[in-house]
């Protein structure tokens, strides 16, 4: 699988919009983007994936740009419970996740 | 929909001790991961099933781990014998079958059993 690579940290106010930004600059044409979060004590918990086209759903946008090698996550309206380890993986359909160190989004009241 | 249901939450055992961990995969789902977390290595994948056969277990660390997954429902988790340096949170994950056709499916994960080897 590709590597990515993501900010270990980030601060957002509550009520904004949290911007998670990840770089996969080598990614294969067939390995999907996909964002999973990690509250703790918790098992992480799967947000959103995609190919090549913008996503959104009930949690979160992924914008992928046009050369696939990056994507930002959108948390439209960040309360304090999105507090969390945010993962960026990139995965062929086959694969099993492989997990990196994630960005420790902290949702500031 | 349950989850993935994993048992026990916590367990505390010796060192020497055989642990064995259950997971409950989710409903229709072919698919079965075990995970390991520690604060050193983060989340590492140790073995997958498809349709109950173990299809890469690479990340098993030694012969002291085995799993198994004898029907779709089911599926464990063993350490004999166990170390102090095994102590982590061990998660499954479920997801439809994996490598069918060009949609991803994602997994899902328990919650995991915190293991502590003493």
């Known amino acids: 699988d590709a590597k990515t690579t993501q900010p270990p940290s980030m601060d957002c106010a509550e009520g904004r919009a949290a911007n998670l930004p990840c770089n996969h600059s080598?990614?294969?044409?067939?390995?999907?983007v996909y964002w999973y979060r990690q509250i703790h004590s918790q098992g992480p918990q799967y947000i959103i994936h995609?190919?090549?086209n913008n996503e959104t759903n009930e949690m979160a946008s992924l914008i992928i740009t046009e050369d696939r090698k990056s994507s930002t996550l959108i948390l439209p309206h960040a309360t304090l419970r999105d507090t969390a380890v945010y993962y960026c993986?990139?995965?062929?359909?086959?694969?099993?996740?492989?997990f990196g160190k994630g960005t420790h989004l902290i949702i500031q009241p | 929909d349950a989850g993935v249901i994993q048992s026990p939450r916590h367990e505390v055992t010796e060192m020497g001790q055989e642990v064995t961990l259950r997971c409950k995969p989710i409903?229709?789902?072919?698919?079965l991961f075990w995970y390991r977390q520690t604060m050193m290595r983060g989340l590492e994948l140790l073995i997958y099933?498809?349709?109950?056969?173990?299809?890469?277990d690479s990340g098993m660390p030694e012969d002291r781990f085995s799993a198994k997954m004898p029907n779709a429902s089911f599926s464990t988790l063993k350490i004999q014998p166990s170390e102090p340096r095994d102590s982590a949170v061990y998660f499954c994950?479920?997801?439809?079958?994996?490598?069918?056709?060009?949609?991803?499916?994602?997994?899902?994960f328990g919650n995991g059993t915190r293991l502590t080897v003493t």
């Open positions: 995609g190919l090549k």
């Open positions: 080598t990614i294969s044409g067939n390995e999907y």
């Open positions: 409903s229709g789902h072919n698919s």
């Open positions: 099933f498809n349709n109950n056969v173990p299809i890469d």
């Open positions: 994950a479920s997801s439809p079958l994996q490598g069918q056709g060009p949609m991803s499916s994602p997994l899902h």
């Open positions: 993986i990139v995965r062929v359909a086959a694969d099993g996740l492989t």
